[in-house]
């Protein structure tokens, strides 16, 4: 699919990049990457740069550490969703180590990103394992507004106040606890990468965190929160009063950077 013409003009040289890439995909045979110690997935070339940040030993440190935190607390079986899946890599780490028990939902608003999931799924023989769901995660389902960014569109983000409507797009929007209904599915991992919906996707959430008890790996996007009127210092106390407690990523000074890469874990007795 043949990225839009605004989507190149408003990155004419991240919209390239993309179709190099899409070219290379049909000449070039994927590689294969170590993203974890015993953990290596084919790559298509379209996803290569995204998957090479977060290999072991090669990665960005910051990527790396955080898939690192991910895979350590995968465990056989598991039932994963995933809320920003972008091109997969969570998802994918999650089927591979969790087995062929183990059962992944990636939920991903971006038509391009979808496409490469799909592709990333089919080379590592996991298509069978994952569900791909076409949608934003919110607190209310419907439609809601999003900005469409990055090569070819394959970034969703929460508007800032004063962004004008005209450079925003309806995209459907579910919620997680709607989601986990509908499939009668108990998650036993819960990873948000939102850019700026981390409140409203955790409120939608609020069922599932009190009677499933998922760990959560959390991405606080704090500059694009308060860009969008939030508090990121609220979503941390929202899940502290659901009864989790941080276990991964420094508070307060989680709050002093633009990304917060964070992990939570249930409280015992909560």
């Not at 940040?53 to 955080?66: F, K, M, R, V």
């Not at 929007?173 to 509908?182: N, P, S």
């Not at 919906?197 to 955790?202: C, G, P």
Request: charged share 25%.
């Amino acid at each position: 699919a043949f990225p839009k013409k605004d989507h190149f003009l408003r990155s004419p040289r991240g919209t390239l990049s993309w179709l190099k890439a899409e070219w290379q995909g049909v000449v070039r045979r994927s590689g294969r990457r170590e993203l974890l110690p015993g953990c290596c997935l084919e790559v298509h070339p379209v996803a290569e740069l995204s998957y090479a940040s977060y290999c072991c030993g090669g990665g960005e440190p910051e990527c790396a550490a955080e898939l690192l935190r991910f895979g350590r607390r995968c465990r056989p079986g598991m039932v994963f969703l995933d809320v920003g899946a972008h091109f997969g890599v969570f998802s994918l780490v999650a089927l591979r180590l969790g087995g062929g028990g183990a059962r992944a939902v990636a939920i991903e608003p971006s038509r391009q990103a979808i496409r490469v999931l799909r592709k990333q799924a089919a080379l590592n023989g996991m298509l069978g394992q994952l569900e791909v769901v076409m949608a934003a995660c919110s607190d209310r389902s419907g439609w809601i507004s999003l900005v469409a960014e990055g090569p070819a569109a394959g970034h969703y983000l929460t508007p800032q106040r004063n962004r004008p409507a005209s450079e925003t797009q309806a995209v459907r929007a579910v919620t997680i606890d709607g989601l986990l209904a509908e499939r009668g599915l108990r998650p036993t991992h819960l990873k948000i990468d939102v850019e700026g919906q981390e409140a409203a996707v955790l409120r939608g959430a609020e069922s599932c965190l009190r009677g499933h008890r998922p760990l959560v790996f959390l991405e606080l996007h704090n500059a694009f929160l308060r860009a969008a009127g939030e508090h990121p210092e609220a979503i941390v106390q929202f899940l502290e009063a659901m009864g989790y407690r941080l276990v991964e990523g420094e508070s307060p000074g989680c709050f002093a950077r633009d990304l917060a890469r964070l992990v939570f874990e249930p409280r015992e007795g909560a």
